[in-house]
């Protein structure tokens, strides 16, 4: 039997549904919601009602309990997470929610560029970005610095200030 749904670096297969075990994003897609769909196909591609919506973001808030945010608007799709969660959201590369920078820095080298706070705007953040095929990948820190918290896939022009559907979490992810 040819397996062809392999999620890559997981050993694990998915549908791309949202409320699936593993689910990979990139620069175009998180799962099997592509960044261009429209509030409506998104909701039919990842399997979840879209019942949440701020800021120009749609996104659930029925997935099963310790799930990351998940999140899309704006041209891009997004994870964040800030405590171990039973959901691996995952790069190609196999970065994942909850890695560490210098994980992060070993996979991507030297195409991984770090982008400071601007200091205004919605949601000012710093973080680190980097081009892949099909646009762009950031990943924004725990306070420490350390852990990933959140990746969001988008274009060529992503920093870790745009696109980062975020309402505020607690330390177990929930949203408040």
């Not at 997004?78 to 210098?102: F, K, Y």
């Not at 892949?132 to 022009?157: A, E, K």
Request: with cysteine; aromatic share 6%; proline share 9%.
């Amino acid at each position: 039997m040819l397996v062809t749904n392999q999620v890559p670096h997981t050993g694990a297969t998915g549908s791309g549904l949202w409320a699936d075990e593993y689910l990979t994003i990139t620069p175009t897609s998180l799962g099997a919601v592509k960044a261009s769909m429209t509030g409506d196909q998104a909701q039919a591609a990842a399997g979840v009602r879209f019942d949440g919506s701020g800021d120009g973001f749609t996104y659930p808030t029925t997935l099963p309990p310790g799930y990351p945010h998940l999140y899309l608007g704006h041209g891009c799709v997004g994870a964040a997470a800030t405590a171990t969660s039973p959901q691996t959201v995952s790069t190609p590369e196999g970065i994942r929610l909850g890695d560490t920078l210098t994980k992060l820095k070993s996979t991507y080298g030297p195409s991984l560029r770090y982008v400071p706070s601007p200091g205004v705007g919605m949601s000012p953040t710093d973080g680190y970005v980097v081009p892949v095929t099909g646009g762009s990948l950031v990943f924004v820190l725990d306070s420490t610095g350390n852990t990933i918290v959140r990746i969001t896939g988008g274009g060529t022009d992503l920093t870790p200030s745009t696109c980062g559907g975020l309402k505020t979490m607690t330390p177990w992810g929930e949203q408040r």
